[in-house]
Structures are given as C-alpha cells and as structure tokens.
C-alpha cells in the first residue's frame, strides 16, 4: 500500500495544484498592471453585409458591451464599450459574457485591447504536465525538464544574439542545436552508451542535410527561395536566419528517428546476443525507412500548416497558386525538403553506429 501511494503521490500533487492554479488565473486580475474587465452583459447593435471585387463575403457587426473593472483604480465600477466584429474573424473577435479583456482607458476612449487568455494556456499547461507525469512518471518528469532547461538555453541564445549584435548568427544556433540535443538525450537517457551513439547520429544527420543544402542553395545562387517573404527580416541576414531556423525544426525529427533506430537495436542484440553487425545494420535500415515516411510527412505539415490561413486569403482575393506557393509556402517547403535529406540521411549513419559499436570481435554486447 505504501509502494502505491509513493508512486501515485507525484500526479495527485501535480492535479490539485494544478486545477487550484486554473481556478486562481480567474482571479488574477490584480496582479496585472493594465486594466481588466470582465464582461457582464453583450448585445448586437448594429449588422451590415460586405462583399468585394472577388465576390467575398462577410458579415460585421457592432455590438455593445457592458464589463465591470477587475483592478485598478476603479475596481468594480461597471463601463460601457462598442467592439466591431466580423463573421470571418480574420482580425478581430466577438466577445461573450463572462470573457475577461484587456482594455486601454482614456478620459474619451475605452478601447479592447485583447482578450486574457491565462486560464486557457495554464489549463493546456496544467493537462501536458499531468499527462506526463501521469503516465510516464519519471521519464514524464525528465522530459519536462528538458523542454525546461532548453527553453532557459534558447532564450540565453537570443539574449546573447541580441548583445553581439546577430554577428555569427548561425554559428550561434548551430551551437544551441548541439547543446539542445546533449541536453535533451542526456536527461532522458542518462549518460550510456546509447546517448552517445544517438546523439552522434543525430548531429552527423543534421549537419549532413544543412550543409548539402546549403551547397545547393550557393550553386543556384538561391534562385527560387523568395527570402524576402519571412516575416520580421530586418537587420539579420535572411539567408543564415532561414538556416537557423531549418536546424532547430530538423533536430528534433532527426533526433527522434535516431532514438527510436537505437533503442530497437539495442533490445534487438539483448534478445539475440549473437546477432552480427551486419545484421544489426540492416536491422536499422529497416527500422528507419519503417518511420522514415511519417517524420517527413510530420515536418511538412508543420511546416506548409503555418501559412496555411495567409495562402487561403490569397487565393481568395483572386492571386494565383503559383503566386501563392512562392509567396507563402515555398520556403516552407525548401525547409521540409532540407530535413527530409537529414531524415534519411540519419538512417544509414545511425545504423552502422549502433551496429559497430554494439559489438565486440568476440560477438558480446560492449
């Protein structure tokens, strides 16, 4: 009986606090500086139709609301503000009863300046956590600590950027890919030897793929690659930052296949103790070009789903899908074909890895 409350104390805890933690967001309206109000009463004043020179069409509406001040200087006096929102809700948004809002006040003017959204991402926080170390318990643990520590090391990467003025960028988040996967594979499979077979997989794949693109990309001159569509470009170099970027959304589907390749072959030898190199070897090919097709598909959906919604306007005011592809999803695309070259290119590095350093001239796991 004590065996069992040990074990299952760790997700008790983590529940409780957490929900307790949900429930105080709702009241967390004094901590905030600027001004909060909850929404106590909403009506539609006012409707129109639109549609444009593409045959779009929508519906806006003004409606009229009644909220009451959660901190501030005027805590519980009740105001009046108009909001405007469409059916599309492209950009702008309809408020209910019972949403909490930030606000801009003047001595004229009440303006929403967007909805307080800390009980939904605490919620979501709270449920990852708990699903974790619910079902995982220790390893649940390590691998939150990892995304802990990486997040530490990512954000000290931008502060560090930042003060060196983006000289070296890329060397800089080339450096942050390595600490990233040590850190990473360490907490979660301890310093064996299967961490260090892994990890060196997972760098030989990554740097692979991104240093024969980066080739390619010098021998066409980047012709086709439409930098000048990134988001933010200023005074970075679009060409590194688009690197840097390709890296750290590559390591971690390398970086996932290689575990997986390892650890089959490491059980693979421990079930079969007399099994050749040569048979781990392509043990590990089998394995990796099992799971070889999902990753790709993976990181091209996520990839090619963040310009999802900007491509679907596009189209929809009348440009073309050429236009469109280059426009929003062509460097999505370069960046799913770069980390599907380390994809596969992990496969074979991994494989003779393992099966190399697995065995002994006498045939014995080392």
Same mark, same amino acid.
């Given at each position: 009986?004590?065996?069992?409350?040990?074990?299952?104390?760790?997700?008790?805890?983590?529940?409780?606090?957490?929900?307790?933690?949900?429930?105080?967001?709702?009241?967390?309206?004094?901590?905030?500086?600027?001004?909060?109000?909850?929404?106590?009463?909403?009506?539609?004043?006012?409707?129109?139709?639109?549609?444009?020179?593409?045959?779009?069409?929508?519906?806006?509406?003004?409606?009229?609301?009644?909220?009451?001040?959660?901190?501030?200087?005027?805590?519980?006096?009740?105001?009046?503000?108009?909001?405007?929102?469409?059916?599309?809700?492209?950009?702008?948004?309809?408020?209910?009863?019972?949403?909490?809002?930030?606000?801009?006040?003047?001595?004229?003017?009440? @303006?929403?300046?967007?909805?307080?959204?800390?009980?939904? %991402?605490?919620?979501? *926080?709270? &449920?990852? !956590? /708990?699903?974790?170390?619910? @079902?995982?318990?220790?390893?649940?643990?390590?691998?939150? %600590?990892?995304?802990? *520590?990486? &997040?530490? !090391? /990512?954000?000290l990467a931008i502060e560090l950027n930042m003060a060196r003025r983006s000289d070296g960028f890329l060397w800089l988040f080339g450096g942050l890919a390595l600490v990233f996967a040590l850190l990473t594979l360490w907490l979660i499979l301890g310093p064996t030897k299967q961490m260090v077979i892994t990890f060196v997989a997972t760098i030989s794949g990554t740097a692979l793929s991104l240093g024969l693109s980066a080739?390619?990309?010098?021998?066409?001159?980047?012709?086709?690659?439409?930098?000048?569509?990134?988001?933010?470009?200023?005074?970075?170099?679009?060409?590194?930052?688009?690197?840097?970027?390709?890296?750290?959304g590559s390591l971690g589907a390398v970086m996932d296949e290689s575990t997986d390749i390892v650890a089959t072959l490491f059980e693979l030898k421990t079930d079969k103790p007399s099994i050749s190199a040569h048979e781990l070897f392509q043990a590990g090919r089998q394995v990796g070009t099992t799971i070889m097709g999902p990753l790709i598909n993976v990181l091209l959906l996520i990839f090619i789903a963040e310009t999802f919604p900007i491509a679907l306007l596009l189209l929809k005011n009348g440009n073309s899908w050429g236009y469109t592809f280059s426009m929003t999803m062509s460097l999505g695309m370069a960046q799913s074909l770069i980390s599907g070259i380390g994809i596969v290119l992990a496969i074979p590095v991994v494989s003779f890895l393992a099966s190399r350093l697995l065995v002994t001239k006498a045939g014995a796991v080392e």
């Amino acid at each position: 009986m004590g065996k069992y409350l040990r074990r299952w104390w760790g997700p008790l805890v983590i529940f409780v606090g957490g929900l307790l933690l949900v429930i105080g967001t709702r009241y967390a309206a004094p901590l905030y500086s600027q001004p909060v109000m909850q929404v106590i009463a909403s009506r539609v004043t006012q409707t129109s139709k639109t549609q444009d020179e593409f045959n779009n069409r929508d519906h806006q509406y003004t409606q009229q609301l009644t909220g009451r001040m959660l901190n501030g200087s005027r805590r519980g006096h009740s105001v009046q503000v108009k909001n405007s929102y469409t059916t599309s809700g492209a950009f702008d948004q309809k408020y209910r009863v019972g949403d909490q809002v930030f606000i801009s006040m003047t001595k004229q003017t009440i @303006l929403i300046k967007g909805l307080k959204r800390d009980t939904v %991402l605490v919620t979501l *926080l709270w &449920l990852a !956590v /708990f699903l974790l170390v619910l @079902l995982l318990h220790r390893a649940g643990l390590m691998a939150l %600590l990892s995304v802990a *520590l990486n &997040l530490v !090391v /990512f954000f000290l990467a931008i502060e560090l950027n930042m003060a060196r003025r983006s000289d070296g960028f890329l060397w800089l988040f080339g450096g942050l890919a390595l600490v990233f996967a040590l850190l990473t594979l360490w907490l979660i499979l301890g310093p064996t030897k299967q961490m260090v077979i892994t990890f060196v997989a997972t760098i030989s794949g990554t740097a692979l793929s991104l240093g024969l693109s980066a080739l390619v990309l010098a021998l066409t001159q980047h012709k086709g690659i439409y930098y000048e569509t990134m988001a933010y470009v200023t005074q970075v170099a679009p060409q590194p930052l688009f690197l840097a970027a390709t890296l750290l959304g590559s390591l971690g589907a390398v970086m996932d296949e290689s575990t997986d390749i390892v650890a089959t072959l490491f059980e693979l030898k421990t079930d079969k103790p007399s099994i050749s190199a040569h048979e781990l070897f392509q043990a590990g090919r089998q394995v990796g070009t099992t799971i070889m097709g999902p990753l790709i598909n993976v990181l091209l959906l996520i990839f090619i789903a963040e310009t999802f919604p900007i491509a679907l306007l596009l189209l929809k005011n009348g440009n073309s899908w050429g236009y469109t592809f280059s426009m929003t999803m062509s460097l999505g695309m370069a960046q799913s074909l770069i980390s599907g070259i380390g994809i596969v290119l992990a496969i074979p590095v991994v494989s003779f890895l393992a099966s190399r350093l697995l065995v002994t001239k006498a045939g014995a796991v080392e």
